[in-house]
Structures are given as structure tokens and as C-alpha cells.
């Protein structure tokens, strides 16, 4: 089949953004003087902000220790898990913002999505979607379906203070991908056969996971968490025509669905280096820069996008050089940010599993010592 729907915009209306405000003193007393909440909405402090993705988890003896006999889902699933791991690297590290632990295959399972994290795998789908009627087996999310949800985060909110709680959600096209394919793929062979041969029935599921990756963020922003970020850990496979045709429209419509609650919104995907632009257009406070590009290049890039803030970008396996090559490289990125009107320092992507956390712990330490 050839594309039989109409094409998504390739520059989406830009959804409404925090309105910045004037400088204010250092961080207080409450989330919405963070650090983070201002680095991401155009009001840097004196020193920019340093959060890692993935930091909750497998890198830290104390996770591994908590999660010991415990499956994935069931661990995003209990609050009393959820608190704990999701605390455990804002204790050892002191970093300026907390990453609500859960898995963006979570909301999937929890519409009735029969699949499993499998160790050593990553998600796989019992019944993949491929046909109109498979799409029927996907309902939309209600916020009643995650309750524990809700409550994690209200429990992490009351622990956590002053410190921001970041809440995340999957993209519909990552999403999708795992739908489509059944589990993790080198290829997305079916989920771009399914894109280009069945254009509508694509649109139409991503459409849905909008609303479900939507109504995650939502669930949690009203619980108390002080940003959210949307996840696209698979949009760099695609071409940047397949990115403005197929997948940015419903990437702004997750931004969009959260934009009147008025928290910042981060997005980032891996290897999206050629997607830096449409992906800032899909409406983002903060465009997530990954390890392969520039951070001086990935602003000048977006700067007549209108992202006022940027996010990253440094290579999570230079972490494993000796501690001259990482604090050169801190710098480096700490001085780059600096012409973006705000930036929040973190990796290129997520915490390796080895990583030696003594390393991260004097990354946050460096950057502190970092002013502008």
C-alpha cells in the first residue's frame, strides 16, 4: 500500500511553555525554585543542574540489593519500591532532581497488554499489534488503572522536599515499536512496514498511545511531580521525512496533553541527532541532547525552534576513563551550556549498569563547584 492518510505537519503549532520569570536567588525552599524547574524554563541559577538518566538502578549495589527476587513490573508496581529506589541516588549523589523509577512499557501492561521485562532482553509482548483488530485489544488509559502510580508519587513528592521529582513517559513511537515488533529490535523492520503499508492503522495506533503516554504524564504531574520527561529511546532509526511524517504530530500531542499543567516537559530520544529540530517543533521546554552531537551545535540548531533549554549530553562510557578525561569533559559541556538560555547537566543517555557510582557521586560534585 502506498500513504493513503494525510501527512503529518513537519512543524507543528508550538504548545504553550512555563512563561519565564525574572532571575531569582539560589534554589528554596520549594520544587518550583529548583534548580531544574528553572535551568528549564529559561531562568538558570547559579550553577546549572545535574540529574542522570537511569540513575535509579542498576549501577547502585543498594537497587540491586532491593530488587533482589522482585520482577521488573512487579518493582514499578509497588509503591514502597518505587519510593525507595527511586531515593536511593539522590541520597548517594545529592543530585538536583529525583527520576520517577518505572519502565515506559508500564502504562501498556497496565490498559491489559500481556507482556514481560525479560533480564537480559527488555520488554516482550505476547501478542504483537499488527492488525486493525489487534488495535482493538488497546484501550485507552484511565487514571483508575494506576492508582499505585498516584500514590508513589505522593509518597516521593512528601520524602523528597525541595528536591523536583521528574515523572517520564514512553513516545508513541517507541511505544509503538515494542507493540509492532513483540520485544526490542535491531531493525524496526515490521514497525516500518506497518508505518509506510498501512499508514492509517499506524497513525491510528500511535494516536492512542499518545493518549495513554498522555494520561501517564498527567497522573503524575497531578500527584506532584515538578517536570516530566517523554522518553524516544527508538526515534533514532528513523529518517527525519519518516520522523515529520509518521511520528512528530503524536509526539506533540503527549506535549500538548500536559502543556495547562504548567511543569516543564523534556524531550529526548537516542541517536536523534538529525531530529534535534522537528523534535523541538513537537513542543518540548527542554530538548534531551544525546552523546553523538555536539551540545554547542545541538543549540545553535534549535534556537530558532524555540526550545529555551537544552539537556546533556555527556557520554555515559567516558565515565570508565580515568577522572582527568571526565572532569575535561564536564567542563566542557558545563561551558557550552552556557549559551543555551538554560541547560541541565546529564549523560547522553542512561547510567551503564557497571558504572562506578563514586564517579557519578564527583561528577555532581564537580558541577557544583561549576558557577556561572
Known amino acids: 500500500m502506498t500513504d493513503a492518510v494525510p501527512a503529518a505537519s513537519s512543524t507543528p503549532a508550538p504548545t504553550p511553555r512555563p512563561a519565564p520569570g525574572p532571575d531569582v536567588a539560589p534554589a528554596g525552599g520549594s520544587p518550583a525554585d529548583s534548580l531544574l524547574v528553572r535551568a528549564a524554563t529559561g531562568r538558570p541559577g547559579p550553577r546549572p543542574p545535574v540529574w542522570f538518566m537511569r540513575q535509579a538502578g542498576r549501577s547502585l549495589p543498594e537497587y540491586r540489593k532491593v530488587r533482589e527476587g522482585v520482577g521488573m513490573l512487579e518493582s514499578c508496581r509497588r509503591p514502597d519500591l518505587v519510593t525507595e529506589i527511586t531515593l536511593q541516588p539522590v541520597r548517594r549523589h545529592g543530585v538536583d532532581a529525583a527520576i520517577f523509577f518505572s519502565d515506559i512499557v508500564v502504562p501498556l501492561a497496565a490498559v491489559g ?23 482493538d485489544r488497546l484501550p485507552e488509559l484511565d487514571a483508575a488503572a494506576v492508582p499505585d502510580i498516584a500514590e508513589s508519587v505522593r509518597l516521593l513528592v512528601a520524602e523528597l522536599g525541595p528536591t523536583p521529582l521528574i515523572g517520564f513517559a514512553g513516545a508513541p513511537f517507541t511505544l509503538a515499536s515494542y507493540l509492532v515488533e513483540g520485544g526490542p529490535s535491531k531493525t524496526h523492520a515490521r514497525t516500518k512496514a506497518l508505518m509506510h503499508g498501512d499508514p ?69 530520544g537516542v541517536g536523534t541527532s538529525e531530529l534535534l529540530e522537528p523534535m523541538t517543533a513537537a513542543g518540548a521546554d527542554v530538548i534531551g541532547v544525546d552523546y553523538r552531537t555536539s551540545l554547542a551545535g545541538a543549540i545553535d540548531r534549535v534556537a530558532g525552534v524555540g526550545a529555551p533549554a537544552v539537556q546533556g549530553n555527556l557520554d555515559p562510557a567516558l565515565l570508565f576513563a580515568p577522572w582527568e578525561v571526565v572532569d575535561a569533559q564536564v567542563r566542557r559541556i558545563v561551558s557550552e551550556g552556557r549559551g543555551a538560555s538554560g ?27 561549576l558557577e556561572v
Do not use: K, M
Open 113 to 135: 497488554i500481556d507482556l514481560d521485562i525479560v533480564a537480559g532482553t527488555g520488554p516482550v509482548v505476547a501478542e504483537p499489534i499488527r492488525t486493525r483488530a489487534d488495535l
Open 200 to 268: 492509517q492503522l499506524w497513525s491510528d495506533l500511535c494516536a492512542r498511545l499518545a493518549q495513554i503516554a498522555g494520561a501517564f504524564l498527567r497522573v503524575q504531574i497531578e500527584a506532584g511531580a515538578s517536570a516530566v520527561q517523554l522518553f524516544d529511546s527508538w526515534a533514532g532509526f528513523l529518517s527525519r521525512r519518516d520522523y515529520e511524517r509518521h511520528v512528530q504530530a503524536h509526539s506533540a500531542s503527549v506535549l500538548a496533553s500536559v502543556a495547562e499543567l504548567g511543569v516543564p516537559r523534556i524531550h529526548f
Open 343 to 369: 541547560h541541565v547537566v546529564n549523560l547522553g543517555h542512561g547510567v551503564l549498569p557497571d558504572t562506578d557510582p563514586d564517579v557519578l557521586t564527583r561528577v555532581v560534585e564537580l558541577v557544583r563547584s
